[in-house]
């Protein structure tokens, strides 16, 4: 499979506990994005990589949260001290540059207890 | 103000019927704009691009407003199939971030 791949699917933690998920692009695409989508609500912009650089990042972004790309493949997110308001599906999307079409992951569904 | 807003519906229409959805952004320099489309706990994926010309991919049509800042989708002869979320997609500047509707919901019922 040659998709954008995310791990893991699902994960459910405790309130102020750490969480990370990972996010395997397509190969050839070098920018990297990472959303948050709450139900009934469409994907909000979290981050973008273009290859190993953090282009932007959301105002909305909280200091808890943190991503990486540190070659400019996969990239991982991390929450620290998880809350309630964290419970969402966290999608990654990969594209090539100047183009509108972003290939999705299947997402990780985070549920903060 | 949000970048991107859209009735988020929902439009339940029999099979066979045109349907129409709006979406309008904030951003008047706005450059790129697309549709996605996203099934029930499944990722979203891109429908079509919008040109400023207008464009249609067999039954659907989509045509941007650059005037009154509205992007649309019209949807012929609606299939069972098509039921999913619509998403209007905004990219305000060159290649970088992408604004989301919240998404207008279509069932087709038989």
């Known amino acids: 499979d040659t998709g954008v791949s995310q791990d893991p699917r699902h994960k459910i933690t405790k309130r102020g506990q750490n969480v ?16 948050r989508q709450t139900l009934g609500q469409g994907p909000e912009f979290l981050t973008y990589f273009q290859n ?14 943190s991503a990486e790309r540190p070659k400019g493949s996969f990239s991982t997110l991390e929450i620290q001290r998880t809350e309630q308001g964290d419970s969402a599906m966290y999608l990654c999307a990969s594209s090539f540059p100047f183009t509108g079409e972003l290939f999705f992951g299947e997402g990780s569904r985070l ?3 | 103000r949000k970048e991107v807003e859209q009735d988020p519906g929902p439009f339940n229409v029999p099979e066979g019927a045109t349907v129409a959805f709006n979406c309008t952004y904030s951003n008047s320099a706005s450059q790129s704009f697309f549709w996605y489309r996203q099934d029930c706990r499944k990722e979203p994926k891109l429908l079509m691009s919008v040109y400023s010309s207008g464009n ?12 009154s800042q509205y992007i649309s989708l019209l949807i012929r002869d609606s299939k ?13 500047n060159t290649g970088n971030q992408f604004y989301f509707g919240t998404g207008t919901s279509l069932t087709v019922i038989p």
Do not use: M
Not at chain 1, 20 to 35: G, K
Not at chain 1, 52 to 65: C, G, I, P, V
Not at chain 2, 56 to 67: I, S
């Open chain 1, 52 to 65: 190993e650089a953090q282009l932007e990042k959301s105002r909305l972004l909280s200091d808890r949260f």
């Open chain 2, 56 to 67: 249609e991919d067999g039954r659907f049509t989509a045509q941007l407003n650059r005037a």
């Open chain 1, 111 to 113: 549920t903060v207890l």
């Open chain 2, 80 to 92: 069972l199939s098509d039921s999913a979320t619509y998403l209007c997609v905004v990219n305000p």
């Open chain 1, 20 to 35: 990370t998920f990972r996010c395997d692009p397509i190969s050839e695409h070098n920018r990297l994005y990472w959303y």
